[in-house]
């Protein structure tokens, strides 16, 4: 029997449906839809009047994505109206449009149009407006806006623009607001056909950007700037931002000079003073603490104020953190501990305790931490859910819920999720945690994860820290001779569970293993099919866990480290002199690394304490050094 997490008779009464009877409702369903998708009408009207599920709107839209018709526009609209904003809606509504647009249905167009981000459909929408009668300077306004973004826009826009040109709205303002955009982040090919539209006398302007676009260190040639314009200080400012990035000695070097050659205002330099204090701290110049010390205290930021205790950290300068965080108000619980920290080594006992024993309260990486400096037990701050029969039944029976699962078990994951967005994004916060809990008593972990998360509800630690795939992970930790709440805690920080997961870097599910990695680990190649199956991924990321602890030589944090940032990038971050190890996790450089070794260990330690086991996981890592 299927482990259920709330008790047999709550899942009995909204989950009352055998997996034999569902799997043929489901085979029901998938015959319907092939029938309607490759079929004419009378097939798709045959295959959904004869289907009870709660997929039969997907038959429909089978149909009507690829057999728009004006015969049947009662109907398509019909459909439309029932689904309006579900994942049902926009492929049949974008087939619709299409087919409106070909046939020059106007009116029809605009009022079955929806506002969207593909202008292929905006377009259109707003020529139609204009044949149809229309203020114009209400819709030139609007193409303004079209057209004046970093990207080339559909050809749908063409005729469009061409009108909003002879109009005169293309001003030599707007033109050189998109080639600032299309430098600064945009696509940088449309410069040179946006330079043509310049003046002659100002196309060089364009050039330049392009070219501190390609290579910043072109903004360090005082000679570039002829007129010493605005626009010129402008890109020299951008491309500095950059530069300081790359070759910071040489960032530094040219802005002494440009900062004197362009009539800068205090905003402008006060955001190259934000962007040189991040870089050079992060990287731990010399100069750091000069330039984060000359950005204004109202571009002080939370990323800033870690940068600069960073940079006291790797100092040790302790007198300093104290007289810098002292008073602060809004302290993340990271500048909190430290603060404690640099006050215990500078003899402040009691008052470092103090804050401990505040920091100590939280379920957090610092919170464990600072639990074991005071020797006290970590606090969970678990809340018991409470949600009644009654509203679970109605969440359980709404259509959208039905889909999901539907979709779910049809390992549709993409349009479950959607399904599952467009639910919680329509309900109330009550109905969000019935939803939740149902989720959690279908195995959904990562919709339970995520949902639970967009309405800040932390303090469900059993539902947001689940023992997904426990025998699973319990098997090949054994094997691997690897704590068990380790493993699971890397999944639950890799993919939350989802068993399909796949990142932009291309690894794929549970813990988020790159094909070359597991075909390492298995000594052959390892399919995506295989590496989406949960016992095949766990066991090769168990596996890979073990390897990362032997070559860090048993040392877990740098094995966590490594698992997210690669062994060999991990081996040129350990010091040539010994630090804590609390320090080192720290001053780790990479962002995502740091973040992702705390995480770990604080998940690591949940589950440590969820299995009810005793004892601090992080215990250890006050006693223990890195490097030397």
Request: glycine residues 4%; aromatic residues 14%; contains cysteine.
């Amino acid at each position: 029997m299927k482990k259920q997490l709330f008790g047999w008779t709550a899942a009995a009464l909204l989950f009352p449906f055998f997996a034999a009877e569902a799997n043929d409702k489901h085979d029901a369903f998938l015959k319907a839809e092939k029938k309607a998708r490759y079929g004419d009408y009378q097939d798709m009207k045959e295959a959904a009047n004869g289907l009870d599920h709660p997929l039969k709107p997907y038959v429909e839209k089978a149909y009507w994505q690829r057999n728009p018709s004006l015969k049947h526009q009662t109907e398509i609209e019909d459909y439309l109206n029932v689904y309006q904003n579900t994942p049902l809606e926009w492929p049949v509504r974008k087939a619709w449009l299409n087919y409106l647009k070909k046939y020059n249905k106007k009116a029809a167009y605009i009022r079955n149009y929806r506002e969207t981000s593909n202008n292929e459909l905006t377009c259109p929408y707003l020529s139609f407006q204009l044949d149809l009668g229309a203020p114009e300077k209400a819709i030139m306004n609007q193409v303004t806006d079209l057209w004046v973004v970093g990207k080339s826009q559909p050809k749908e826009c063409d005729e469009l623009f061409s009108l909003w040109k002879k109009k005169g709205y293309q001003t030599e303002e707007r033109v050189w607001q998109r080639i600032s955009l299309a430098a600064e982040g945009g696509s940088s090919s449309l410069i040179p056909y946006l330079k043509t539209l310049l003046p002659r006398a100002d196309q060089y302007l364009a050039d330049l950007y392009l070219k501190v676009r390609k290579d910043p260190s072109a903004s360090a040639g005082l000679y570039r700037y002829k007129k010493k314009s605005a626009k010129e200080g402008q890109i020299a400012i951008y491309g500095v931002k950059r530069l300081v990035w790359r070759d910071k000695d040489l960032a530094l070097r040219a802005w002494e000079k440009l900062e004197t050659m362009f009539n800068y205002t205090d905003e402008q330099k006060a955001d190259v003073y934000y962007s040189f204090a991040l870089s050079l701290a992060s990287s731990g110049h010399q100069q750091a603490r000069f330039w984060l010390n000359k950005v204004p205290k109202e571009r002080q930021t939370q990323k800033l104020m870690q940068w600069q205790l960073g940079n006291m950290l790797e100092r040790q300068d302790w007198s300093g953190i104290v007289a810098f965080f002292t008073g602060k108000e809004n302290l993340s619980l990271g500048q909190q501990y430290w603060l404690a920290y640099s006050l215990n080594q500078r003899g402040e006992v009691e008052r470092a305790r103090e804050i401990w024993q505040t920091v100590a309260k939280e379920r957090d990486y610092y919170g464990f931490l600072a639990s074991a400096r005071l020797g006290v037990p970590v606090s969970l701050n678990n809340k018991e859910i409470n949600i009644s029969n009654k509203l679970k039944l109605e969440v359980a029976n709404a259509p959208g819920f039905k889909r999901a699962r539907a979709l779910y078990e049809l390992e549709r994951f993409t349009s479950a999720r959607r399904e599952w967005n467009y639910l919680t994004d329509t309900s109330t916060k009550e109905e969000k945690l019935a939803a939740s809990l149902l989720a959690a008593e279908l195995d959904w972990y990562d919709s339970t994860i995520y949902t639970l998360a967009q309405i800040k509800e932390w303090d469900y630690v059993d539902l947001r820290f689940p023992f997904a795939f426990k025998n699973v992970f319990a098997t090949y930790s054994s094997r691997s001779h690897i704590d068990v709440a380790w493993s699971i805690a890397i999944s639950r920080r890799e993919s939350s569970f989802a068993p399909d997961a796949r990142s932009h870097a291309n690894a794929h599910g549970l813990m988020q293993l790159l094909p070359s990695t597991a075909k390492y680990m298995n000594k052959s190649s390892v399919s995506r099919k295989q590496l989406y199956q949960p016992r095949t991924n766990i066991r090769l990321g168990s596996e890979y866990l073990q390897y990362l602890k032997k070559k860090n030589h048993g040392n877990e944090i740098l094995a966590t480290a490594s698992y997210n940032a690669g062994y060999h990038r991990i081996k040129r971050w350990i010091p040539e002199q010994a630090m804590p190890a609390e320090l080192w996790i720290e001053l780790i450089p990479y962002t995502e690394t740091r973040n992702y070794v705390k995480n770990v260990f604080a998940y690591r330690q949940v589950y440590h304490t969820r299995l009810g086991r005793d004892g601090n996981v992080l215990a250890p890592i006050l006693d223990m050094s890195m490097g030397g």
